[in-house]
């Protein structure tokens, strides 16, 4: 008789989304009539650009006649996206990536999932708390954190990085080494960021002792500030001890169309000098059969003049969005950061309330939903996370309602 994958019955309780979805739909149930708004999920709500939509028209074109189709996609994606990556997000950034070191996927979250494959199953990881959740369940479901426990909600085997107010967000050197140090900046949920002298101690650290950073870049597109860096390759040593992964979801608003990235350079090797480059493109070459010629031909178009003015003037309108919930949380008197460099705003659950004592009170008096930060790890409780996302005019309405509560 089979038996399955033991590392999943370690699994905590059901994932955080499912969670939020089951809640609001049982209110919706009860309360047909109450019109609903979320700022929950981050998932974008404008349309993709016009620029975009037309180098997909034309691709689909395309795959129409005979000399123009395309089958499968090469294996790390094709030239013209990977260039175009190279140099607009490395290049233009004064880092020095080659194309050979890029490889072209379906989004952050499979990449982000997948990267621990190619390390041992005894390498410890680190890990920010409150955290997106994807690093620290795939690596439980690799068998590689260790025992769960329900009371403090921790791994036994994995490092966590507290990220309160107190540090302001950001996470601070472990005492215990790491193998893998998990990295997000700008960060969800917290929308924090870390400037580039803060950045260059990771790299540092990381070079010194033989670990290997995951920078997840998802959010770069949303940095505002000067000193904040949009790639770890902006610091020098990165590419002997960083894999950078980064997403069209959120920069051009790909979430239904899927395209992103992972960079593992070709200075990247273990203690043993083996090379992690050869071995992701092993693994991708053998697990993974290209993103779709059609979408990165869109990912192309995201950095088309036309394209790079159009998603710009998307992520202003959802920053303007950003700037009117954290205005109108401080008005109403909640304790609030992020927000600026992020599409993410996370608040202090107000009265000593729990994250979700928050969130039902949120539901039931403003009929808004939001994230319990609680959701993302311990370091997360009493923290709710509002996103950007929405529209303006359901954004402007949610804080009415909470500005009325
Ligand atoms: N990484 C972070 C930090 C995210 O917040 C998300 C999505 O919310 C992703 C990765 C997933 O990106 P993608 O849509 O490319 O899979």
Redesign the pocket.
């Known amino acids: 008789m089979f038996k399955i994958n033991e590392n999943y019955l370690k699994l905590p309780g059901s994932y955080l989304f499912s969670t939020i979805g089951k809640k609001v739909n049982a209110y919706k149930e009860a309360n047909p009539d109450k019109e609903i708004i979320s700022l929950g999920i ?1 998932d974008v709500t404008q349309p993709l650009a016009p620029a975009i939509i037309d180098s997909l028209h034309k691709a689909v074109d395309e795959m129409a006649a005979r000399e123009t189709f395309h089958g499968y996609a090469p294996d790390l994606g094709y030239e013209f996206l990977r260039s175009a990556i190279a140099k607009n997000d490395y290049a233009a950034r004064g880092a020095d990536i080659a194309i050979d070191e890029i490889f072209v996927s379906d ?4 990449d ?1 999932g997948n990267i621990q494959e190619i390390f041992s199953i005894n390498n410890k990881i680190a890990v920010c708390d409150p955290v ?1 959740p994807v690093y620290v369940d795939t690596n439980a479901m690799a068998g590689r954190t260790g025992i769960y426990n329900k009371e403090t909600e921790l791994w036994s085997d994995v490092i966590y990085m507290p990220c309160k107010a107190e540090n302001g967000f950001a996470p601070e050197l472990p005492e215990e080494t790491p193998d893998i140090i998990y990295l ?1 900046f700008p960060n ?1 949920p917290t929308g924090a960021t870390i400037k580039k002298p803060q950045l260059q101690e990771w790299v540092d650290y990381a070079n010194k002792t033989g670990a290997v950073i995951i920078y ?1 870049a ?1 959010y770069e597109a949303y940095i505002s500030e000067e000193d904040v860096p949009h790639t770890i390759y902006e610091c020098e040593g990165a590419k002997t001890c960083a894999i950078e992964l980064n ?1 069209f ?1 959120k920069n051009a608003g790909f ?1 239904g169309t899927r395209l ?1 990235y992972a960079v593992v350079p070709k200075a990247l090797k273990d203690s043993d000098g083996n090379s992690l480059n050869a071995l992701w493109a092993r693994r991708h070459g053998t697990k993974f059969n290209g993103a779709p010629y059609i979408i990165q031909r869109a990912g192309e178009a995201v950095y088309s003049e036309e394209g790079k003015k159009q998603t710009k003037e998307q992520i202003a309108y959802y920053m303007n969005n950003a700037g009117i919930i954290k205005e109108g949380l401080k008005e109403a008197g909640f304790t609030v950061s992020g927000g600026v460099n992020a599409p993410y705003i996370w608040l202090t659950a107000p009265d000593g309330m729990t994250s979700w004592e928050f969130f039902d009170y949120l539901l039931a008096n403003a009929n808004v939903v939001g994230t319990p930060g609680s959701g993302f790890g311990p370091s997360g409780e009493g923290y709710f996370r509002l996103t950007a996302f929405g529209t303006y005019e359901n954004t402007i309405e949610a804080l009415k309602r909470i500005k009325e509560l």
Request: hydrophobic share 15%.
């Open positions: 981050g989004g952050a979250k499979c982000s997106y997000c969800n997840d998802a997403s979801s979430t992103g």
